[in-house]
């Protein structure tokens, strides 16, 4: 079992810049995909970023890709989003997710652990 708690969450400036952290309760954490999905207003949740367990892989949404980096410290048992040159789409709420056996990083249905999510609003 993993618990999942993200913080970091905000209001900023269009060209801003926020850091997520989501901090994962077990001893399993290293062992776990992780991701981070977002959710705006009206919409579906999408894929935003993952990282392999070793961090030798990281995966990003087209839309981020250059502006967001994601990071894990194992030690730590905590997954980082830093978001740069934030722009108002990037409105939405972010959650932070964990997966065992995930073979397709951007499908949320093979995360097995979700947190509660953290909002980010990117004003104009």
């Known amino acids: 079992q993993v618990q999942l708690v993200e913080s970091g969450g905000g209001l900023a400036q269009a060209g801003g810049s926020l850091r997520l952290s989501c901090a994962a309760s077990?001893?399993?954490?290293?062992?776990?995909?992780m991701g981070w999905f977002r959710q705006a207003p009206g919409k579906e949740r999408e894929f935003v970023a993952a990282i392999s367990w070793s961090s030798s892989s990281t995966y990003y949404a087209d839309s981020v890709k250059g502006r967001f980096t994601i990071s894990r410290d194992n030690a730590k048992t905590t997954v980082y989003l830093q978001m740069n040159s934030l722009r108002p789409e990037d409105t939405a709420v972010y959650y932070c997710?964990?997966?065992?056996?995930?073979?397709?990083?951007?499908?949320?249905?093979?995360?097995?652990?979700w947190g509660q999510g953290t909002q980010v609003a990117v004003s104009s």
């Open positions: 997710a964990a997966g065992h056996r995930v073979v397709r990083v951007t499908r949320s249905d093979e995360y097995d652990y």
């Open positions: 077990g001893r399993t954490f290293s062992r776990y995909v």
